[in-house]
């Protein structure tokens, strides 16, 4: 199972990006999606996640209204798009495949994790 994270860089703060995660060898339409984040120095955190039928999603306070997350069953590919970025939005962004939606928020929650992409936001 292999979950390839791109789509990071470096933007200012109000800018705009989207991520993207192509996963291979699982399901993908079995599986929910989730984001995470680690910013330097700190834990890991939820950011958003997504049913397998992208009929419900979920985000982290921080990001609601600013983010959205969906996904391509077709492509095996999930999307975050991060709009009005802030400082506080600099961090590693992971993404995750789980077979369950409960406990979406813990990072326990998820069987496979991609790489992390980098995502830095100068004010």
């Known amino acids: 199972v292999q979950l390839q994270a791109s789509g990071g860089g470096m933007v200012q703060a109000g800018g705009s990006l989207r991520l993207s995660c192509t996963t291979s060898g699982l399901t993908f339409g079995r599986h929910n999606m989730g984001w995470f984040r680690q910013a330097p120095g700190k834990e890991r955190e939820f950011v958003a996640a997504i049913t397998w039928r992208a009929s419900t999603t979920l985000f982290a306070d921080s990001v609601k209204g600013r983010f959205t997350i969906s996904r391509d069953n077709a492509k095996n590919t999930v999307y975050l798009q991060m709009n009005s970025l802030k400082s506080e939005d600099t961090a590693v962004y992971y993404c995750?495949?789980?077979?369950?939606?409960?406990?979406?928020?813990?990072?326990?929650?998820?069987?496979?994790w991609g790489q992390g992409t980098l995502v830095t936001v100068s004010s």
């Open positions: 995750a495949a789980s077979g369950g939606f409960a406990g979406a928020e813990r990072s326990q929650t998820y069987a496979y």
